[in-house]
């Protein structure tokens, strides 16, 4: 994955309103885009959830967390001038765009790959009430 985030040869997303605005960074790699997107009222916190392996009962074994580490790894999702997107622009830029991997976190930036066909509920995953997809294009060779 390439270390900075590409901007040339791609048509730049009109600007929302951080209230109701999506964090969006993509990386260009050789095989396509990997775009990142958050709702950005959501950067900046950790998220975590109990979970217990299936058949297994909570005084079984230790308890399991699932974390979604939005402090952390704010960097992936944010761009580096800080602006936010309106969700008609991340639709554009994904119609318009070689996209090889998207990371999708929250319920507005989930909703834009369910709208477009790209995820459904069986690929989507809730993590401290927040949703959370991560779509992989493979193609096989022929």
Do not use: W
Request: hydrophobic share 30%.
């Amino acid at each position: 994955m390439a270390d900075k985030e590409k901007t040339e040869n791609k048509k730049t997303p009109e600007k929302k309103k951080k209230l109701d605005g999506l964090s969006m960074r993509y990386y260009s790699t050789p095989k396509g885009i990997v775009l990142a997107l958050c709702d950005s009222e959501l950067l900046g916190n950790i998220y975590k959830e109990t979970r217990h392996p299936k058949g297994q009962r909570e005084q079984e074994k230790e308890e399991e967390y699932v974390v979604l580490d939005l402090k952390s790894h704010r960097h992936f999702y944010e761009p580096e001038n800080k602006e936010t997107v309106a969700s008609s622009a991340v639709m554009e830029f994904i119609r318009n765009n070689k996209i090889h991997c998207v990371n999708a976190v929250g319920p507005r930036a989930v909703s834009i790959l369910t709208s477009l066909g790209i995820a459904n509920d069986e690929e989507i995953v809730i993590v401290g009430g927040i949703p959370h997809a991560i779509i992989y294009y493979i193609r096989l060779r022929e």
